[in-house]
């Protein structure tokens, strides 16, 4: 019966956050600008960091590689999101619902790698400041990175396969929003203790190691922070420190709270609004975190104006610059 049950299930229907027309229509408005300010937060802040040298260190490195994730994380799900608050029919197919939880499971689990490495080049920087430029050079920057992207889409292949597979009671409304985990173990029916096992094994090794290594990281900056005799040195480090926490803490604290939950408590409602804050509310917060608190930032968001004008215009600029000069 199960099998059969299987077989007819070959699409799903995302009931959503909402099944009133008129709110759907104002959710979609509402996360339109938000996805809006996620792409130009995200994307300035990359630029920035790419044309400004004083911004060309590894902490500026990883927090612009962790806009890229999230503009990529936000993008494997807003676009789906925002076409079902316009729809009737709210379904997606197998494949498509696959490949879906694929690429959301994939970054989010290089984001949760890239914020724990995140926190060990603060430590570094911070406790080991005449060795920083040794151990994190370039070359070992780079290299991380790649292999966060690549252990993040190795990561989700068993995570996707075995959520897959899972034998279905002949229901395809998930009540989410996104083709996630949570959605799709509570339409399962059967022993589903070697998924369950699964999942809290990946939970462990993608978000209790993380948050442990990020957690001893932070206890070390700490002491070490308050040796600092400089005031403006010790200032420093912590506005830095401080924005990278709150990044963990919100996307930290959301994730475990959904994935780390029993299938008897999973798939509410509250889930999909705890889903919201880090699919979409810290990708959005992110550069906002990062830049506010941050000086340097600030100054290179200001001279951005004038390099603007002067990539698009470098030609009129050079001709501008001559009669100037023979004036």
Not at 19 to 24: G, L
Not at 274 to 301: D, G, S
Request: net charge positive; proline share 3%.
């Amino acid at each position: 019966m199960a099998s059969k049950n299987e077989s007819i299930v070959k699409e799903f229907i995302l009931l959503g956050l909402s099944s009133n027309p008129q709110t759907q229509i104002i959710l979609f408005v509402v996360f339109s600008l938000i996805y809006l300010f996620i792409l130009i937060g995200n994307f300035l802040f990359i630029a920035v960091c790419i044309t400004h040298r004083n911004l060309q260190t590894p902490m500026y490195f990883f927090i612009a590689n962790l806009s890229l994730v999230d503009i990529c994380y936000s993008s494997s799900i807003v676009p789906r999101m925002l076409k079902d608050f316009l729809s009737t029919k709210k379904s997606i197919s197998f494949q498509e619902c696959a490949t879906q939880m694929y690429m959301a499971l994939s970054l989010g689990e290089a984001e949760c790698i890239l914020l724990a490495i995140m926190a060990y080049d603060r430590y570094v920087a911070i406790c080991y400041p005449l060795r920083y430029t040794t151990i994190i050079n370039r070359s070992v920057c780079v290299k991380i990175v790649i292999s966060t992207w690549i252990c993040g889409f190795l990561i989700a292949i068993p995570h996707v396969g075995l959520t897959m597979k899972i034998k279905l009671c002949g229901n395809n409304k998930i009540n989410h929003f996104v083709c996630e985990f949570p959605g799709l173990v509570a339409l399962g029916c059967g022993d589903l203790s070697a998924i369950e096992l699964f999942n809290f094994v990946a939970c462990v090794v993608v978000l209790t190691i993380p948050v442990t290594f990020i957690t001893t990281s932070y206890i070390l900056i700490i002491s070490a922070i308050l040796k600092i005799t400089s005031s403006a040195g010790k200032q420093k480090a912590i506005s830095t420190c401080g924005s990278h926490l709150t990044a963990v803490t919100l996307f930290y604290g959301s994730a475990m709270t959904t994935y780390m939950k029993p299938k008897s408590s999973s798939s509410s409602h509250s889930d999909m609004i705890i889903a919201v804050f880090y699919t979409i509310i810290t990708p959005m917060l992110n550069p906002l975190i990062y830049t506010l608190r941050n000086e340097e930032v600030k100054t290179a968001l200001q001279k951005t104006k004038f390099l603007k004008i002067r990539y698009i215009f470098p030609a009129s600029f050079g001709i501008q610059r001559k009669q100037l000069r023979l004036k």
